[in-house]
């Protein structure tokens, strides 16, 4: 699907999709996140995906662009306090007797 010029109805979800083909076999489509939009993913597939429905469009957009006011945590010298993100982040994807999640290992990946 050509979204070149944006969907057709922003719902404030933004991700990196690549889709592999192997011959005749199904595609395989990964999909590549910043940790703010694995938590808005999660929390928007659950509850507004592919609703047609402005309103909640426009609450999915605006949570979108909350997310990016969230402020950074500023570097201390010796203090190892977690930013809001990544502390929201581990908290919903990170098992307790692991460092996985969901069964995968964590990458940091800045795009």
């Known amino acids: 699907m050509d979204q070149t010029e944006g969907k057709r109805i922003d719902d404030g979800y933004r991700g990196i999709h690549v889709n592999i083909y192997i011959s005749k076999a199904y595609p395989i489509e990964i999909q590549f996140w910043t940790r703010t939009h694995a938590l808005l993913n999660e929390y928007l597939h659950a509850n507004i995906y592919k609703i047609d429905n402005m309103v909640l469009n426009q609450y999915a957009v ?7 006011e969230v ?3 500023p570097e201390s010298d010796g203090l190892e ?7 929201i982040y581990e908290k919903v994807f990170y098992s307790d007797d692991d460092e996985t999640v969901n069964g995968q290992l964590d990458e940091e990946c800045d795009f």
């Open 62 to 68: 605006d949570l979108s662009n909350w997310f990016k």
């Open 81 to 87: 306090v977690q930013s809001y993100i990544d502390f």
């Open 71 to 73: 402020p950074l945590f």
